[in-house]
């Protein structure tokens, strides 16, 4: 789920968030769009200025790389029940089997705003508050993007149905959730979204996307 209220912020691009960081620095139209990044939580901010915005968000080719191709990227979130219940290892071992890459990680104690703008579009459901007082309650998150063939799709299929109930044994959800409200785990649901999610958690300087794993042409290999 994004926020589309973020889009102008992101265009507004103006300087580049350098330590995750944390503290609510000013009103949105001041910030840029990793403004948001850097409010993820309460500690000291680092910024740097760039010369121009660097984040693509329209088009084929995005920062979440372009649908379909090995370039392809989604924002997953190991949400702060994941990360209370130690079982972080096993949540990222599932997309390295599966042989996606990762290409930023980090960890994050979202602040209020980062986690309204995050979940914006369901402002109007009736657990929203809970949503966000739950995201934000001093536990981090863990923030990652990871690229390749299908991946968000792929990663929407290894994450499992937002409610456990019918989240197929196996996936993440159906192997460790029982609660909706507790789900452990977000991945993008479209490019849209993960070109929207990725801008909002990280800042494109971020992502380590030049590497590749040792095996990466053997597992995107399509003969
Ligand atoms: N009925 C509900 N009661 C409580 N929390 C809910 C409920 N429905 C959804 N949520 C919470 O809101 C999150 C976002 O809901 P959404 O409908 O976008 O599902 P999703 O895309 O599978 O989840 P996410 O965006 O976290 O990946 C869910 O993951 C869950 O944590």
Not at 40 to 54: E, L, M
Not at 84 to 112: C, H, N
Request: proline share 5%.
């Amino acid at each position: 789920m994004f926020a589309r209220s973020a889009i102008p912020a992101f265009r507004a691009a103006s300087r580049s968030f350098t330590t995750q960081a944390a503290r609510n620095v000013g009103p949105a139209s001041a910030r840029g769009y990793m403004g948001a990044a850097a409010l993820a939580a309460g500690g000291a901010v680092a910024y740097s200025a760039f010369a121009a915005p660097t984040v693509h968000l329209e088009g084929p080719k995005t920062i979440a790389g372009e649908l379909g191709t090995s370039t392809e990227r989604s924002y997953v979130m190991i949400k702060p029940d994941g990360t209370s219940r130690q079982i972080v290892g096993d949540i990222i071992s599932r997309f390295e089997r599966r042989g996606y890459m990762l290409v930023a990680m980090k960890t994050v104690v979202p602040s209020q705003e980062l986690a309204k703008e995050h979940y914006i579009d369901l402002a109007k459901k009736p657990f929203y508050g809970g949503l966000v007082k739950y995201i934000t309650n001093g536990t981090p998150v863990v923030a990652m993007v990871w690229q390749g063939k299908d991946v968000i799709r792929q990663g929407r299929r290894l994450v499992g149905a937002t409610n456990p109930l019918e989240a197929n044994p196996g996936s993440i959800r159906g192997d460790f959730c029982v609660s909706v409200g507790r789900n452990i785990i977000h991945a993008s649901d479209s490019h849209e979204s993960a070109t929207k999610e990725i801008g909002l958690w990280f800042h494109e300087k971020e992502l380590a996307t030049e590497y590749r794993p040792i095996a990466w042409d053997m597992i995107m290999a399509d003969n």
